[in-house]
């Protein structure tokens, strides 16, 4: 089975906001649509002061709270793992956005339904090896692959750089953080 | 200048090739490629230019049912390096922008302007023309080559030396200090290969400079350091092992004392500078004042750190550099930034760095052939020198004195002026005096696709097609990959009543009685351009971007140097003539401002975000971000503003050159403790740009108006401010 998933490296995430205007461009989304959102911290005193960038998007979860609490089934987890949402079944009620641990839901208020980071569902589903937002990324910070190939890239640069969810287990994600 | 250019090969990557550029974009390439073929002419592709930056980074725009669908950037573009930033991906939908220029606008005896037709407006614009002394006017062009080269030569056929590159609102320091040392504006860093780059005030995280960070990347990968030295711990500094904060404004000083302990220590490369260099011993004798401990008293660096780092340099030389990066911001727009520019090349002369592995590279300057006179006539040159140039004799040739231009339209000696996607009221200098100098001309015309600050000041505003839609003529790219990349129409032009630089200029000149030197298509002149390289446009076209062939750089050899002595020159007559040391001493940042005597002072310092200049900040994808982050507040030093009683997120107002304005504070430890940074590329005051107006402040509000003596640039940094907590 394929169970698709990403690292994300924020050692060396430099907050340039392009991976999120890149998948906004790409998936014709609105201004506030950003499937990627970013949480920015200082670390030390100065003068030892250090920055840290953590880009947070759907985290695929296996055990996804959005799926468990969607009254109509338009939140589901599909092919390769990756956690969709089915807009012809989305009644906009908002409760997958209260679920969501990781606050990565958005709102389209054109469409009056939910969207969220697909995983370029199209495009990986048809064979590409790659998202819009590991494509973008300026300093090469995300990987994405199959979890279940331990021989992938992403399977092994998740060992060697002791990538890990960003709650521990909370919801057996499949973005995994180096920080 | 090039001979016998010929082609090397197409570049993977363009248009016709997208599936096979790389692996990285297989898919996306292949799927669009599998649309096509499907849906046959609802989708289309063609090779771009980003234009929000003078980077111009290279990509192909993909459309599907006419409407940009895709930007793939070019891997071969020497600053994209297969990457967009947030700004170049967000600007692309200027074109879709409700908020744009539509139709030609005159302003009427009100104020107001109204819309008029583009033959009334050409036609009145060359009447007003006719009346103005040809020395009296000015152009000032953005980096979008057709408009540069139609605007230049349509004054020049006018008799009208005065022309000015806006860029020189950034880069004017460093290019002219750079010339004096070096006899060109620009070199370029191999920072891939390097063991220690330090990089003082270049951000390329926020200033959106993709292969510079690939670089960075490449070489902490190999094992290389990387420090950053600046009064703000900026968003590049993620990729950095260390931060180093000064003093705004006391680059110099640094510099200088880096240069000291190499040469006191006798860790500098003796051969190189036997070789290629004349003067050593007066700038040895000068440096001799110039030790950490006196650096440390200036620019707040310990001394210990200093001489830290210059080993460290040691150690690593030749592949080790000191850089500024684009925007050349080493200690930029203060009243040292010229002599900063040239003591930096003259501190990596000692590291013996100049093309060798990891150090910087000096390239071959790249120029079109000579074109086709019977198409294209020779122009005789204006009889006059620019203004400026006789004021300010160290200004880079290539740009010129916008600040000064605007002090000629102050003092009356300019009467009227063109801008071609230029904004001078709002990126020049402080611009209550900007706009107060453009306001006393007589004829003032805008040309771009929004309406700008400067445009809200113009008699006629021109509305010109987005970069979207519209072809531009090749451009050079000078640097390790010489290069030439053309910019092709993605998308239908949206808007009938805009048109291109090329059709505005050359109607303006057959009404203006000097046609005959526009009797050309912009077409014919690309064409021209292209062959004078041995290259075909319809290739270029499709491709892109296409490599010349001929070596940027060969290391361990110099190119041929303009300057007098073929050498590098640690003195300069010109700079002693204009009042410097004939090589670079210590040249104070900031005139002595009145210290306040109640309030704490703050140094202003600025600088791009991470998705707002002038031109995105109206974008709305960008705006979004700026709003939900509040990318537009002013970040001001934790112990600081403990003092002043500001807390996070406090509205603060902020009062320098007699202008107070309100924003939003940013408590940080990431920022020096006598600095203010507000970003620039904020503080828009347009009605029409609905996004950016009242967002954020424009630094250049508080800045008074200065010149750098000698180079010629608008002093904007370091300008001192107060702040206050709202209310408090």
Not at chain 2, 567 to 590: H, L, M, N, Q, R
Request: proline fraction near 6%.
């Amino acid at each position: 089975m394929t169970r698709y998933g990403m690292l994300i490296d924020t050692t060396r995430c430099v907050g340039c906001f392009a991976c999120r205007v890149a998948c906004q461009r790409q998936n014709s989304l609105e201004p506030e649509q950003g499937f990627v959102r970013f949480e920015e911290r200082e670390h030390g005193t100065y003068p030892l002061v250090s920055l840290e960038n953590v880009p947070l998007q759907c985290m695929h979860c296996a055990d996804a709270p959005c799926v468990a609490v969607c009254p109509t089934g338009a939140s589901f987890r599909g092919d390769g793992g990756i956690v969709g949402v089915d807009p012809g079944r989305c009644i906009g009620c908002k409760y997958c956005m209260a679920a969501c641990p990781y606050r990565v839901r958005s709102f389209n208020e054109t469409s009056g339904t939910v969207d969220k980071c697909r995983f370029c569902a199209v495009q990986t589903l048809s064979g590409a090896a790659t998202c819009t937002c590991v494509d973008a990324c300026l300093t090469n910070a995300r990987i994405f692959g199959d979890l279940d190939d331990p021989d992938s890239e992403l399977s092994r640069a998740i060992i060697e750089r002791n990538a890990l969810p960003i709650a521990g287990d909370l919801t057996q994600v499949s973005v995994f953080y180096v920080r | 200048m090039l001979k016998n250019i010929s082609r090397r090969g197409f570049v993977t990557g363009g248009v016709g090739v997208a599936a096979a550029a790389t692996a990285g974009y297989l898919g996306l390439g292949f799927l669009t490629r599998v649309n096509s073929e499907k849906e046959g002419a609802t989708d289309g592709a063609a090779a771009s230019l980003c234009n929000a930056c003078p980077h111009q980074c290279g990509y192909i725009g993909h459309t599907h049912y006419g409407r940009l669908a895709q930007q793939i950037a070019l891997p071969a573009h020497p600053a994209a390096a297969g990457r967009l930033c947030a700004k170049g991906y967000g600007y692309s939908q200027i074109a879709y922008s409700p908020n744009r220029l539509t139709d030609p606008l005159k302003r009427n005896a009100n104020g107001d302007f109204a819309p008029i037709s583009w033959k009334q407006a050409l036609t009145e614009i060359a009447e007003r023309l006719g009346e103005i002394d040809p020395r009296s006017l000015a152009l000032v062009h953005s980096f979008a080559p057709t408009g540069a080269w139609y605007g230049r030569r349509f004054l020049e056929a006018l008799g009208c030396a005065n022309c000015y590159a806006d860029a020189a609102a950034v880069d004017l320091s460093f290019a002219s200090g750079t010339r004096q040392a070096l006899g060109t504006e620009q070199y370029e860093a191999d920072t891939a290969n390097a063991k220690l780059t330090v990089l003082i005030g270049a951000n390329p995280a926020e200033d959106s400079f993709p292969r510079m960070l690939q670089e960075l990347l490449a070489s902490r990968q190999k094992g290389g350091r990387v420090v950053v030295i600046g009064p703000r711990c900026d968003r590049s500094t993620v990729l950095a092992d260390e931060w180093v904060p000064l003093n705004p404004g006391t680059e110099l000083a640094f510099v200088l004392a880096l240069a000291n302990v190499l040469v006191t220590g006798h860790h500098y490369d003796a051969g190189f500078i036997e070789r290629w260099t004349t003067g050593f011993e007066d700038w040895e004798r000068t440096l001799r004042s110039y030790g950490p401990a006196w650096a440390e008293r200036i620019c707040g660096i310990p001394a210990a750190t200093i001489a830290r780092l210059a080993a460290e340099l040691a150690a690593a030389m030749p592949a080790a550099a000191v850089i500024g990066g684009w925007p050349k911001r080493a200690g930029h727009a203060y009243a040292n930034a010229g002599e900063t520019a040239r003591a930096l090349c003259l501190l990596n002369t000692l590291l013996g760095n100049w093309n060798q592995k990891g150090g910087l590279l000096l390239c071959e300057p790249l120029e079109f052939g000579a074109l086709d006179t019977e198409l294209i006539p020779p122009i005789p040159h204006p009889s006059t020198r620019r203004l400026g140039d006789a004021e300010y004799p160290l200004v880079a040739p290539t740009s010129g004195s916008v600040a000064h231009m605007v002090r000629a339209a102050d003092e009356g000696t300019l009467a009227g002026a063109l801008f071609y996607e230029s904004d001078p009221a709002a990126s020049c200098t402080n611009t209550a005096f900007v706009k107060a100098a453009l306001r006393k001309l007589s004829l003032v015309v805008a040309i771009d696709v929004q309406m700008t600050e400067t445009a809200l000041l113009a008699d006629y505003v021109l509305p010109e097609t987005s970069y979207l839609e519209r072809f531009e003529i090749p451009t050079l790219i000078n640097g390790k990959a010489p290069s030439v990349a053309v910019s092709t129409p993605v998308i239908e032009q949206r808007h009938p009543g805009t048109r291109t630089a090329d059709g505005i200029f050359t109607e303006l000149a057959s009404l203006c009685g000097v046609g005959q030197y526009f009797d050309f298509t912009v077409e014919e002149l690309a064409s021209a351009q292209a062959d004078s390289l041995g290259l075909s446009l319809a290739a270029l076209k499709r491709e892109g971007i296409v490599y010349l062939n001929t070596t940027g750089f060969s290391y361990g050899k110099l190119p041929k140097l303009q300057t007098p002595s073929g050498k590098i020159p640690f003195t300069s007559d010109a700079c002693k003539a204009a009042g410097y040391g004939a090589s670079p001493a210590w040249v104070e940042p900031e005139p002595a401002s009145e210290p306040s005597a109640d309030e704490e002072q703050l140094l202003l310092v600025s600088g791009e975000g991470a998705v707002s200049n002038l031109r995105t900040n109206d974008i709305e994808d960008l705006g979004e971000i700026t709003r939900h982050y509040n990318l537009a507040r002013a970040h001001i030093n934790s112990a600081v503003a403990t003092r002043l009683g500001v807390a996070d997120g406090d509205e603060v107002e902020v009062v320098g050159a007699g202008v107070v304005g309100r924003v939003r504070a940013k408590v940080s430890q990431a920022i020096h403790p006598t600095a203010l940074y507000l970003p620039s590329g904020y503080g828009c005051t347009s009605p029409s740009l609905k996004v950016a107006q009242g967002v954020g402040l424009n630094p250049l509000d508080f800045v008074p108006f200065r010149i750098e003596p000698g180079y010629g640039a608008a002093l904007t940094q370091g300008a001192p401010v107060t702040v206050r907590k709202v209310g408090a």
